[in-house]
């Protein structure tokens, strides 16, 4: 049996005559379209303490994740190197697993302390983050504000 790849577009209701008429060409070949398709799903948490961000890696080894932080930027990228294999090597006839690099920067708020080492560990294809948070932040505590 094969199985073919069915090949459609993003949006099929849009060629290029209505993109055209309408003037579109720009919006709809904007990055926010795409934006998503190469980057890791990431949930953000916030502790009273620090900042848990998780990405979902799967696929990465540990050494192929680098992390950083500088100007108020985190920025976690990762690159896995290809190995040409052919579909037909380990009675593979179709190969859909990819692992492909992805560049992710986010601007970090003021209330992260960047002096503090992040701590990161990653397990089972999730990268874990923990961002801690400066003493001014920490110290802050809810007022409760009664209402008359």
């Given amino acids: 049996m094969s199985l073919v790849k069915l090949n459609r577009k993003k949006i099929p209701w849009i ?13 709809f070949t904007d990055d926010f379209m795409s934006r998503g ?38 920025h976690v990228c990762a690159k896995k190197k290809q190995d040409a294999v052919e ?3 380990n009675g593979y006839t179709r190969r859909e697993f990819s692992y ?3 560049d992710r920067k986010l601007q970090m708020p003021k209330s992260v302390n960047q002096k503090k080492d ?14 801690a948070k400066s003493d001014a932040a920490v110290q802050s ?3 409760l504000i009664e209402i008359a």
Wanted: glycine residues 2%; proline residues 4%; hydrophobic residues 35%.
């Fill in 100 to 102: 492909n690099s992805f």
């Fill in 141 to 143: 505590s809810k007022k």
């Fill in 37 to 74: 398709a190469n980057l890791p799903a990431m949930n953000v948490k916030e502790n009273p303490k620090n900042f848990e961000v998780e990405l979902a890696v799967p696929g990465f080894d540990k050494t192929d994740i680098e992390v950083s932080l500088e100007n108020d930027i985190l």
């Fill in 15 to 27: 060629n290029d005559v209505t993109t055209h008429w309408f003037n579109t060409d720009d919006f």
């Fill in 87 to 89: 579909e037909n090597e």
């Fill in 118 to 131: 992040v701590k990161a560990t990653y397990k089972n294809g999730i990268l874990k983050l923990q961002l």
